[in-house]
T-cell receptor
Framework: GAVVSQHPSRVICKSGTSVKIECRSL??????MFWYRQFPKQSLMLMAT?????????EQGVEKDKFLINHASLTLSTLTVTSAHPEDSSFYIC???????????FGSGTRLTVV | AQSVSQHNHHVILSEAASLELGCNYS??????LFWYVQYPGQHLQLLLK??????LVKGIKGFEAEFIKSKFSFNLRKPSVQWSDTAEYFCAVLKAAGNKLTFGGGTRVLVKP
C-alpha cells in the first residue's frame, strides 16, 4: 500500500519550453505532497510543500514562478518547470506523507534534461 | 537551521563485512528519524524509522539503527553485508511537530562480491 506514481520517468526538452511532472497517490489520499530536487551525487533538497486546495509553500531560494505546483485533488500534484533552461536539468522526486504511521512514500523520480 | 550530516560519502567493502553508517543531526527538540535506501535506478525505500521507545530499531533486510539522544546520532548498521546492499543510503530527520523531512548528504555503499 501507499504507492506514489510519478510520470514521466525521463523527459528531454528544449530550452525555453515548459515541462509538467505528475505525482499521483494510487491507494491513499495525500493532502500534502513534497517536491524534491536531487543533483548528481547529492542529497535530496526540498523545493516545496504542496497542499491540496491551497497554494504551495516554497523553500527559500526556490522560484515559485518557475516551478509551478498544482495540487487540485487529493490524489494528484503536478510540478511544471516553466521556461526551462539547462541549469534546471536534474532529478525531481515527489513524496507524500502517509497518515497513521508518519511515514513517507516516494515517487520513482523524473530525470529532466534541458537541451 | 536544522541540518543532517552523514560522515561518509563513499564506503567500499567486501561481502560479509560489517557496515556502519554515521548520521548526526543538529536539532535539539524531539525528532523522528529515518533511514532510506536508493538502489541504482530505483526510488527511495524506507529501511527503518524511529519515533519513540526502544532506541535500537530493527528494519528490513537485516539493518538496524541506534538512536543516541545525547549524541544526536542515529547510526545505521548491518552485521554482514551482501552484494545486493550496494546502494545509496540517506538519513532523514523530521521535527516531531513538523512535516518536512531534512535529508543528509547520502552515503554511497559499494559491496564487492
Amino acid at each position: 500500500g501507499a504507492v506514489v506514481s510519478q510520470h514521466p520517468s525521463r523527459v528531454i526538452c528544449k530550452s525555453g519550453t515548459s515541462v509538467k511532472i505528475e505525482c499521483r497517490s494510487l491507494d491513499f489520499q495525500a493532502t500534502t505532497m513534497f517536491w524534491y530536487r536531487q543533483f548528481p551525487k547529492q542529497s535530496l533538497m526540498l523545493m516545496a510543500t504542496s497542499n491540496e486546495g491551497s497554494k504551495a509553500t516554497y523553500e527559500q531560494g526556490v522560484e515559485k514562478d518557475k516551478f509551478l505546483i498544482n495540487h487540485a485533488s487529493l490524489t494528484l500534484s503536478t510540478l511544471t518547470v516553466t521556461s526551462a533552461h539547462p541549469e534546471d536539468s536534474s532529478f525531481y522526486i515527489c513524496s507524500a506523507r502517509v497518515s497513521g504511521n508518519y511515514g513517507y512514500t516516494f515517487g520513482s523520480g523524473t530525470r529532466l534534461t534541458v537541451v | 537551521a536544522q541540518s543532517v550530516s552523514q560522515h561518509n560519502h563513499h564506503v567500499i567493502l567486501s561481502e560479509a563485512a560489517s557496515l556502519e553508517l554515521g548520521c548526526n543531526y543538529s536539532y535539539g527538540g524531539t525528532v523522528n528519524l529515518f533511514w532510506y535506501v536508493q538502489y541504482p535506478g530505483q526510488h527511495l525505500q524506507l529501511l527503518l524509522k524511529y519515533f519513540s521507545g526502544d532506541p535500537l530499531v530493527k528494519g528490513i533486510k537485516g539493518f538496524e539503527a541506534e538512536f543516541i539522544k545525547s549524541k544526536f546520532s542515529f547510526n545505521l548498521r548491518k552485521p554482514s553485508v551482501q552484494w545486493s546492499d550496494t546502494a545509496e543510503y540517506f538519513c532523514a530527520v523530521l521535527k516531531a511537530a513538523g512535516n518536512k523531512l531534512t535529508f543528509g548528504g547520502g552515503t554511497r555503499v559499494l559491496v564487492k562480491p
